[in-house]
Every structure is written in C-alpha cells, then in structure tokens.
C-alpha cells in the first residue's frame, strides 16, 4: 500500500463501513453494535481512498478504558496499520488520564499487545447453543431503569460504564434484576448476546440467568470469566457448548471491572 496512511477520528457516519471491516474478516458485527460503540468510545481508523483499511476504538469509562473493535483489512495487514492504530488509541488514553486500559486478545493480536505492555490476565471462555430450560421465574424482575444498573455495578467495581449500560438496556432483549445483581440481553442476528451479569455469588448469577433464558428462545452467547469455572459448568450443563478461550489483558494495572462478582461480560469490546 503505497505512501503512508494516516490515523483519524472516525464517526457515526461511517458506522456502516465499520460493520462492513469487520464482516469482512469473519466479525458478526451489526450496525446497533457499533450505534453503542460510537456513544461510548472514541473510534479512530485509517482510510485508504474511500475505503476503510483498519479501526480500533477506545471505549471510555471512569478512571479506566479498554481497546475494542481492532480489525485491518486482509489486502493492508502486514504493515503496520494495527500498530498504527493502537497507538493512537494508547495515546488517547494516556491523554484523557486513563491510566488503566483493558481489551480481549484474539490469538492474532496477542503479541501486539503486549509489544505495548499489555500482560495476560485471565481467559475467557465463549459459550454458545440453545439451552434447554423450563420450570418458573424465581421471580426477579426486568430492569426499570439504567440507575439501578449503575448503583450496582458502582458497589462491585468502584465505578459505572454510563454509555454502555445505557446503550445494552436501551436494545435489550431480556433482563433481570435483584437487589444484589442483574442480567442483560440483547439480540443480534446469530442470537442473543448474554451480558454483563453481576451478582454477589454464584448463586445469584445462577438465578438471574435462569430467569434471562427464560424470558428468550433460540440461541445464546455467553462471555464468562475463565475464572467462574462451576458457572462455565452450570452453563455446560444447560446444554451450551464451549467453543474457544481468548485472553483479557491489561496495561497499567487491574481493570475494574474484572472483579468476583462478574459472571459474564458485557461484551469482549467491553469486558
């Protein structure tokens, strides 16, 4: 690719060839995914004439920020582009004070990231299938508003994701909440994406993903911390199938979201 290519910000208005990028390596990304990517993130790409050739986004949170949405091309990997962009998302963060940045590495990206610092911190397991589910709600009920997503997520993390809880509630498909925990689901074309779920124990996850499914046909998608491995089982046994782990990393220190009581995660581009 002849000259160099410049990093620039990137907007709402080229949403859709950011779904174009990522379809076209094998991402199922959708055009409601990237509408919460673009509330809650700041997006940067590398434009080659009129198209798009590479795209990161550095999703923006209280104290902290995690690398989403890293895609090059096939016709410009090889040269630098990922790079590119992930320093320009580094230096974002460095710039905004946001000391601590998290992502979810796919094999490919691995030594990039942590060409910049970023160590392994656990793995997450992808879990996906119709699960196989019957009997009655324990009787949680559906999120009322984004307030009692915040007031809990506050009291396990230290912090709140505002722009991303409010873009999954806003498109969710299913919930569930008690006063100690809560569940979100969202539909997306190969089905519903299970997430975040919080909960106090595994007990509580247990029940308020009980009453998620419940609520939903067809099938999931769950992102469970390598860690919840008897909440991995429980879901094996529901009939899901575990399809590959991919590892969180982190640079700068201990992300904040990535505590005991989170039992699944809001996305991979989220944690």
């Given at each position: 690719m002849p000259g160099a290519l410049a990093v620039q910000a990137l907007s709402c208005d080229d949403l859709a060839r950011n779904v174009a990028l990522s379809n076209s390596v094998g991402w199922p990304d959708s055009e409601s995914e990237w509408a919460i990517i673009y509330e809650a993130a700041r997006v940067l790409g590398v434009n080659h004439g009129s198209e798009l050739v590479a795209q990161g986004a550095l999703g923006l949170f209280e104290g902290a920020a995690s690398i989403a949405k890293m895609v090059v091309a096939k016709s410009a990997q090889r040269q630098g582009l990922g790079g590119q962009v992930l320093d320009a998302l580094l230096a974002e963060a460095d710039r905004r004070s946001l000391a601590r940045v998290g992502l979810v590495a796919t094999p490919a990206g691995q030594r990039l990231y942590e060409s910049r610092g970023f160590v392994p911190v656990r793995e997450v397991a992808i879990l996906v299938g119709t699960p196989t589910?019957?009997?009655?709600?324990?009787?949680?009920?559906?999120?009322?508003?984004?307030?009692?997503?915040?007031?809990?997520?506050?009291?396990?993390?230290?912090?709140?994701?505002?722009?991303?809880?409010?873009?999954?509630?806003?498109?969710?498909?299913?919930?569930?909440?008690?006063?100690?925990?809560?569940?979100?689901?969202?539909?997306?074309?190969?089905?519903?994406?299970?997430?975040?779920?919080?909960?106090?124990?595994?007990?509580?996850?247990?029940?308020?993903?009980?009453?998620?499914?419940?609520?939903?046909?067809?099938?999931?998608?769950?992102?469970?911390?390598?860690?919840?491995?008897?909440?991995?089982?429980?879901?094996?046994q529901l009939g899901l199938v575990e399809k590959g782990l991919h590892l969180e990393m982190a640079r700068g220190g201990a992300l904040p979201w990535a505590v005991a009581q989170r039992f699944g995660l809001a996305t991979q581009a989220w944690g």
């Open positions: 589910i019957s009997g009655e709600s324990s009787g949680s009920a559906s999120i009322a508003d984004l307030e009692q997503l915040l007031r809990i997520e506050r009291q396990y993390t230290g912090s709140a994701r505002a722009a991303v809880l409010s873009g999954r509630l806003r498109q969710a498909s299913a919930s569930a909440i008690c006063s100690d925990g809560f569940a979100l689901a969202t539909s997306h074309p190969s089905g519903s994406r299970i997430g975040p779920i919080f909960a106090e124990n595994e007990h509580t996850a247990r029940r308020l993903t009980r009453d998620l499914l419940l609520r939903l046909t067809g099938p999931v998608r769950f992102d469970v911390p390598g860690e919840q491995q008897q909440f991995r089982r429980w879901l094996q």
